[in-house]
C-alpha cells in the first residue's frame, strides 16, 4: 500500500546541533508540506513544495529548510536546533489535481526535543 | 491571530452516546472545510471534506455540517465508541491554495 513514512520518530539532541527530519511517501504526490503542532497552536506550516526543485516558506519558516530533489522526499533540516523547534513534526502529501477536494495525507510524526 | 475556533477544548462523554464539536472561522473567502481525527501519537486523517457549497457530509457515524453565511462547521458523532477518542481538527483552507488553516482541536474523551 502506498503511505508516507517519517523518521526518526524520536529525537533528542542538543542546541545548535544540525537535525534532518526525513519525509518519503510512496503515492507520488506533487505536494509535499512538513508543519509543526504545539500545544495551545493548530497546526503551523513550515516548509512547501508543489513538485520538484520547487520550495516554499510557510507562516514559521525561520531556523528550517527543505530541498526537494525527488517526487518522494521532503526532508527538514533545523540548521542550528534551538529550544523553541521541540515540537512534534508532521509531514503530509496531497495530490495536485485539486487543492478544492485534493485528500490530504500525514504522516505519524517525529517528536523533537533540544535540551 | 486565530482564523479557526473550535469548542469545547474538551469534552467527556460515555459510550453510546452522541456529540458535537463546534467550528467557527473567520478565514473569507475559503474554498473547503475539513475534518480531521488524531488519535494520540498519530497523524491526522481525514474524516470529511466540504466545499463552500455543501451543507452536510458523512462519513459513517460521522456527520459535519456547514453554514457558510454564519462561518460555522459543526461535527456530530452518533453512538460514540471507545475508539472516538481523539482530538478533532477542524481545517480551513484558501480558494485555489493547498494553504490549510488548522484549529487547535477539541479532545474527545469517551468512558465505558
Known amino acids: 500500500d502506498a503511505e508516507i513514512t517519517q523518521s526518526p520518530r524520536h529525537k533528542i539532541t542538543e542546541t545548535g546541533r544540525q537535525v534532518t527530519l526525513a519525509c518519503h511517501q510512496t503515492?507520488?504526490?506533487?505536494?509535499m508540506f512538513w508543519y509543526r503542532q504545539d500545544l495551545g497552536h493548530g497546526l503551523r506550516l513550515i516548509h512547501y513544495?508543489?513538485?520538484?526543485?520547487?520550495?516554499n516558506k510557510g507562516e514559521v519558516s525561520d531556523g528550517y529548510s527543505v530541498s526537494r530533489s525527488n517526487t518522494e522526499d521532503l526532508p527538514l533540516t533545523l540548521e542550528s536546533a534551538a529550544s523553541s523547534q521541540t515540537s512534534v513534526y508532521f509531514c503530509?502529501?496531497?495530490?495536485?489535481?485539486?487543492?478544492?477536494?485534493?485528500?490530504?495525507?500525514f504522516g505519524e510524526g517525529s517528536r523533537l526535543t533540544v535540551l | 491571530k486565530n482564523q479557526v475556533e473550535q469548542s469545547p477544548q474538551s469534552l467527556i462523554i460515555l459510550e453510546g452516546k452522541n456529540c458535537t464539536l463546534q467550528?467557527?472561522?473567520?478565514?473569507?473567502?475559503?474554498?473547503?472545510l475539513r475534518w480531521y481525527k488524531q488519535d494520540t501519537g498519530r497523524g491526522p486523517v481525514s474524516l470529511t471534506i466540504?466545499?463552500?457549497?455543501?451543507n452536510t457530509k458523512s462519513n459513517g457515524r460521522y456527520t459535519a455540517t456547514l453554514d457558510a453565511d454564519t462561518k460555522q462547521s459543526s461535527l456530530h458523532i452518533t453512538a460514540s465508541q471507545l475508539s472516538d477518542s481523539a482530538s478533532y481538527i477542524c481545517?480551513?483552507?484558501?480558494?485555489?491554495?493547498?494553504?490549510?488553516?488548522f484549529g487547535t482541536g477539541t479532545r474527545l474523551k469517551v468512558l465505558a
Open positions: 503530509a502529501s496531497s495530490e495536485s489535481t485539486s487543492p478544492n477536494t485534493g485528500e490530504l495525507f
Open positions: 503515492w507520488n504526490h506533487n505536494n
Open positions: 513544495s508543489y513538485g520538484v526543485q520547487d520550495t
Open positions: 467550528c467557527n472561522y473567520t478565514v473569507s473567502p475559503f474554498s473547503n
Open positions: 466540504m466545499t463552500f457549497s455543501e
Open positions: 481545517v480551513v483552507s484558501e480558494p485555489g491554495t493547498y494553504k490549510y488553516i
